[in-house]
């Protein structure tokens, strides 16, 4: 069992940036794979970004190709979202996840679809103003 918290959200501006941060119960975060992913009202939920277990693999929505970027402390259990550029687009509410089960997980070290992630997060909203 694993769970999540996110933390780090809020209300920006345009071009600002904003650092999110998961933090994970249980020994065993670092043999999951994590994920970002984002629900805008009245949108589904899509994948924002996502990191192998030992950090070396990185995947990324076009959409935030080159203003985010996600990394990862498995020795304080934690997964970082840092956010740079921030678009009013961006708003959204963000969720962090786990997973490790999943055969895109074992074969690519990390998963861009949101059904491969086994635990999630409260989600922590983020709003950018223009």
């Known amino acids: 069992q694993v769970q999540l918290v996110e933390s780090g959200g809020g209300l920006v501006q345009a071009g600002d940036s904003l650092r999110l941060s998961c933090s994970a119960s249980g020994r065993t975060f670092s043999s999951y794979a994590m994920g970002w992913f984002r629900q805008a009202p009245g949108k589904e939920r899509e994948f924002v970004a996502a990191i192998s277990w030992s950090g070396d693999i990185t995947y990324f929505a076009d959409s935030v190709k080159g203003r985010f970027t996600i990394s990862r402390d498995n020795a304080k259990n934690t997964v970082y979202l840092q956010m740079n550029s921030l678009k009013p687009e961006d708003t959204a509410v963000y969720y962090c996840?786990?997973?490790?089960?999943?055969?895109?997980?074992?074969?690519?070290?990390?998963?861009?679809?949101?059904?491969?992630?086994?635990?999630w997060g409260q989600g922590t909203q983020v709003t950018v103003s223009s």
């Open positions: 996840a786990a997973g490790r089960l999943a055969r895109a997980i074992l074969m690519d070290g990390a998963s861009r679809l949101a059904d491969d992630y086994e635990y």
